[in-house]
């Protein structure tokens, strides 16, 4: 994490604009737009996915195509609307073909997510499929982890699978949405104590 100092008068408007003019990686030369995240945060809930697809890039909006409306459909089915939560993803820029963002990608972008968490000060990041979870946390299984509170750098994450695992696989459906109702209780009960020190 940065310096609290290094950005004291930071905002939202101020980080996206400098990942609006980033051009710190090749993905500056291939995305129509920069995705730096919205919503309300009511909730102090933060949503972290891996990158934007071609629907994001087309719009700057995160989360708008097909596992965007899976994910948002979770989180109004247990009354967690956009203005109770901050959706964003590591990467800010779509990689082409929606390949996997690589390494370089993301220890570049970081900083932006970094200055996110800084600035708003979450009381719970969801961490959404195997490549956030593994980057952020060292997680090796999501499976295992999926559903759970861990902490890390003072930090309260929750991990679950991506939306977008669910369209290729459907049976992991019920589970996604069985663990957006967990997050959704853990926030109504102030997180009390279900969680793990990881």
Do not use: W
């Not at 890039?57 to 459909?73: E, M, T, V, Y």
């Not at 109004?76 to 203005?83: A, G, L, P, V, Y």
């Not at 459907?170 to 009960?189: P, W």
Request: aromatic share 10%; glycine share 6%.
């Amino acid at each position: 994490m940065f310096n609290v100092y290094m950005f004291e008068n930071d905002t939202l408007d101020k980080i996206a604009l400098d990942i609006k003019n980033c051009k710190l990686c090749l993905l500056c030369s291939t995305r129509k737009n920069t995705v730096p995240g919205e919503g309300g945060f009511l909730k102090k809930l933060m949503i972290i996915g891996e990158a934007p697809g071609y629907h994001e890039d087309q719009s700057g909006k995160p989360f708008i195509g097909p596992a965007g409306k899976i994910l948002r459909n979770a989180l109004s089915k247990n009354d967690i609307s956009i203005q109770d939560v901050f959706i964003t993803n590591i990467i800010k820029c779509r990689p082409p073909n929606n390949r996997p963002p690589q390494i370089n990608e993301k220890n570049t972008c970081i900083q932006y997510l970094e200055r996110q968490i800084l600035l708003l000060q979450p009381k719970m990041i969801c961490l959404l499929g195997n490549v956030i979870s593994s980057y952020i946390l060292g997680i090796k299984s999501i499976t295992k982890e999926r559903g759970r509170i861990l902490h890390k750098n003072n930090l309260k994450y929750f991990v679950t699978y991506h939306p977008a695992a669910t369209i290729y696989n459907r049976n992991l459906l019920n589970i996604f949405e069985q663990d957006i109702k967990k997050l959704s209780e853990y926030i109504s009960f102030n997180y009390s104590d279900l969680q793990k020190s990881y």
